[in-house]
């Protein structure tokens, strides 16, 4: 048979492309939701906790020596999958603060609990691998006992 005319060519070729670029919006935006995603996540669990100043509280930090404690909670991606949490996945902040007292603890800081708390939660992330972080600062204390 003889070829079509370049007219019909034409035509059929603009009727392939714009499939073509449908099915490529299609893909693309499949491929976005993807990458979309949401959760709600427990941060931690406190047995006092305020933004505020706590009246007829006296607590003794270290005094002279007192030095900021700091504790950090992480959970690390790989390809989207989170890893490194070893059961504190739900209780990031809680775990932090934890963190920054027994680390305080460590280093012969005497207490139970922090005061002028600091929280920051840092991440960065490639297709590959990624990092957060809830990280805590605070100076370790105790509450005085009441006489």
Known sequence: PPPPPPQQ?????????????????VALSVIALGFSGCSSVLLGDFTVASS?????????????????????????????????????????????MDDAINNGRNVGFDGDMLVNVRIEMSDW????????????TGSLSRIEARQ
Not at 9 to 25: D, E, F, N, T
Not at 87 to 92: D, L, N, T
Request: with cysteine.
């Open 9 to 25: 060519r034409l035509a059929r070729a603009l009727k392939y492309r714009r499939i073509k670029q449908r099915v490529c919006l």
């Open 52 to 96: 505020q100043n706590v009246h007829n509280l006296k607590y003794n930090t270290a005094g002279d020596r007192a030095a900021p404690v700091t504790g950090k909670s992480c959970i690390y991606r790989l390809f989207g999958v989170e890893f490194g949490t070893f059961g504190q996945e739900y209780k990031r902040l809680q775990a932090a």
């Open 125 to 136: 992330t490639t297709i590959v691998w990624g990092r957060n972080c809830v990280h805590v």
